[in-house]
T-cell receptor, first 115, second 112 residues
Framework: ETGVTQTPRHLVMGMTNKKSLKCEQHLGHNAMYWYKQSAKKPLELMFVYNFKEQTENNSVPSRFSPECPNSSHLFLHLHTLQPEDSALYLC??????????????FGDGTRLSIL | GQNIDQPTEMTATEGAIVQINCTYQTSGFNGLFWYQQHAGEAPTFLSYNVLDGLEEKGRFSSFLSRSKGYSYLLLKELQMKDSASYLCAVRDREDSNYQLIWGAGTKLIIKP
């Protein structure tokens, strides 16, 4: 139990569907992150939120739309995805953005498959 | 540019010792993290180094040399449950948000 919960664990969707990924952290952290993890590749940072405000968007296509209603919850809304978007999507949180030794705490991820 | 290199896969024997290396190139080094990730699970934090030297934590130790852009994770008395991927990540203060730059991970296979 990492304190970061992601749902669903697995998702299969067609390219025209709309779905959302959910992340909730129970650690009282102020910063939350979305990452994409593809096989044998480094984690790709997608979005960063600090105190509910988006601070980073790493040139992510608009078919991925994040939402952070409060410091404990983070969503990733998906629309008209492509087959190359199939990957493990990881949510993470940390106490703050800028404190050097603060680790990020990850959820188990959502395994997304695009048909 | 920013770059992290670590071996793709390593194999070791139960009870033995294994060293996983990580080399990095960043413009503003601000700390190095090691994470463990079992298949289908969340990456979990193992260690943090910001000064040169060895940090020991039970069976796991992590070493850093800032001048060489080099770190290693040392695992002693290997157990079957240590079979996992090990991720190296560097924090770069040149990034506006001090974000982590990640390696692709080293898959460690432990054999009986």
């Amino acid at each position: 139990e990492t304190g970061v919960t992601q749902t669903p664990r697995h998702l299969v969707m067609g390219m025209t569907n709309k779905k959302s990924l959910k992340c909730e952290q129970h650690l009282g952290h102020n910063a939350m992150y979305w990452y994409k993890q593809s096989a044998k590749k480094p984690l790709e940072l997608m979005f960063v939120y600090n105190f509910k405000e988006q601070t980073e968007n790493n040139s992510v296509p608009s078919r991925f739309s994040p939402e952070c209603p409060n410091s404990s919850h983070l969503f990733l809304h998906l629309h008209t995805l492509q087959p190359e978007d199939s990957a493990l999507y990881l949510c993470a949180s940390s106490q703050d953005l800028w404190v050097g030794n603060q680790p990020q705490h990850f959820g188990d991820g959502t395994r997304l498959s695009i048909l | 540019g920013q770059n992290i290199d670590q071996p793709t896969e390593m194999t070791a024997t139960e009870g033995a010792i294994v060293q996983i290396n990580c080399t990095y190139q960043t413009s503003g080094f601000n700390g190095l993290f090691w994470y463990q990730q079992h298949a289908g699970e969340a990456p979990t934090f193992l260690s943090y180094n910001v000064l040169d030297g060895l940090e020991e934590k039970g069976r796991f130790s992590s070493f850093l040399s800032r001048s060489k852009g080099y770190s290693y994770l040392l695992l002693k008395e290997l157990q079957m449950k240590d079979s996992a991927s090990y991720l190296c990540a560097v924090r770069d203060r040149e990034d506006s948000n001090y974000q982590l730059i990640w390696g692709a991970g080293t898959k460690l296979i432990i054999k009986p």
